[in-house]
């Protein structure tokens, strides 16, 4: 196997946590799990996945893992399991925001919707709780390089209003669980055109946690030994230009 790019992404930010095994770049198992159960399951599942394509921890390349933002208690199992693996087997750690990570696999699965309304900016928003959100939406004609707004956390209301005032006239796309649970508010921003999935996505995949990784991996960015979760909740106030 020390010829092959081994990865594990993990994903375990809110209600479900999913682990994916890739091999040079092609996925070659998934399991999902209820993330109630996360902090009992996640190195088993993580133990069977490898024994399953006879490999073992240290054939792993890397661990790609969403650190955040997300649930609190999800968040922490994930980071702190995948920073006690990095150490106890010194894998490198790959650290994707879950709203980059959420925008990027909205604009892949969701490429006839965007295409066919001429949508122009995509929109990810997360239940921070507390009538809060963490939120990142960025222009479709600069997609890969261009953040409009930088991941933060937000007051919904804040956040109505931001987008009222600099997105006018814009066609946007929606997605996340927090355009779920504030989709009448959305609904209602003056002077916008607002789009959702028939079934909105809630947060990334293990799937778009490896594709964003593995970018990485090619543009050169640098492994880390450990990783913090992004709670960004000390980031509250507007976004910066």
Do not use: W
Request: aromatic share 6%; with cysteine.
């Amino acid at each position: 196997m020390s010829n092959q790019q081994v990865l594990l992404a993990l994903q375990g930010t809110y209600n479900i946590m999913q682990v994916s095994l890739f091999i040079d770049e092609i996925c070659v198992k998934t399991v999902t799990e209820s993330e109630t159960r996360a902090s009992e399951t996640l190195i088993p599942i993580i133990d069977e996945l490898l024994k399953s394509k006879g490999l073992k921890l240290e054939d792993l390349s890397a661990i790609a893992i969403d650190n955040g933002p997300g649930a609190f208690t999800s968040l922490r199992v994930t980071v702190v399991t995948a920073n006690a693996i990095s150490f106890a087997s010194h894998i490198p750690l790959i650290g994707i925001n879950s709203l980059n990570a959420l925008v990027y696999q909205t604009k892949l699965d969701c490429s006839d919707l965007i295409s066919s309304s001429k949508a122009t900016v995509v929109a990810a928003l997360l239940n921070a709780y507390n009538h809060e959100v963490y939120v990142s939406y960025q222009p479709m004609d600069k997609f890969e390089v261009s953040l409009l707004q930088r991941p933060a956390c937000l007051k919904i209301e804040t956040l109505m209003s931001n987008i009222e005032n600099d997105l006018k006239g814009q066609t946007i796309l929606f997605t996340g669980n927090g355009s779920i649970l504030h989709k009448e508010l959305i609904v209602n921003i003056p002077g916008i055109n607002a789009l959702f999935e028939d079934e909105i996505t809630e947060h990334c995949s293990s799937m778009s946690v490896a594709q964003m990784a593995f970018k990485k991996i090619r543009a050169g960015d640098p492994f880390v030994k450990k990783l913090s979760p992004e709670y960004m909740k000390s980031n509250m106030g507007t976004l910066p230009k």
